[in-house]
C-alpha cells in the first residue's frame, strides 16, 4: 500500500517562494506516476505538475510553467515541487496523488489518481 506524506506548506508573500515535500513510500517511483494537485476554496482539484514514469518526462499545468519545478529523489523516495514568483491565486490546499495506470491523456485528471496524501496549505498573500 503506498502511503504519501507531505510537508513544506506555508504562508508568503507575492513574488516570494516554497518548497513542498512529498515522501511516499519505498519503490512508489518505479510502480507508480507521481504528481502534485491543488484545490482552492469552492474549487475542483486541479492538476499542477507529475512525473510520468514510463517515459520520466515531468508535466505541468500552463499557469504554474516556468515558475514550479518538479523533482524525483529516489534515494529519499521524495518527490519536491519547487515553487517561485507565487501569486495570490496559487493559494490552495496542496496534494501529492499516486496512481500506477500511466496512460499519457489522463494524466492530468484527479480522478486517475489512486492514492493521495493528507495535503499541506499553501497561502500567497498580495
Known amino acids: 500500500q503506498v502511503q504519501l506524506v507531505e510537508s513544506g506548506g506555508g504562508s508568503v508573500q507575492t513574488g516570494g517562494s516554497l518548497r513542498l515535500s512529498c515522501v511516499a513510500s519505498?519503490?512508489?517511483?518505479?510502480?507508480?506516476?507521481i504528481g502534485w494537485f491543488r484545490q482552492a476554496p469552492g474549487k475542483e482539484r486541479e492538476f499542477v505538475a507529475a512525473f510520468r514514469r514510463n517515459n520520466r518526462i515531468t508535466y505541468y499545468a500552463d499557469s504554474v510553467k516556468d515558475r514550479f519545478t518538479i523533482a524525483t529523489d529516489r534515494a529519499t523516495n521524495t518527490l519536491s515541487l519547487q515553487m517561485n514568483d507565487l501569486k495570490p491565486e496559487d493559494t490552495a490546499v496542496y496534494y501529492c496523488?499516486?496512481?500506477?495506470?500511466?496512460?499519457?491523456?489522463?494524466?492530468?485528471?484527479?480522478?486517475?489518481?489512486?492514492?493521495w496524501g493528507q495535503g499541506t496549505q499553501v497561502t500567497v498573500s498580495s
Open positions: 519505498e519503490g512508489t517511483f518505479s510502480t507508480h506516476d
Open positions: 496523488g499516486a496512481r500506477r495506470a500511466s496512460v499519457l491523456n489522463t494524466i492530468k485528471i484527479p480522478s486517475y489518481y489512486d492514492v
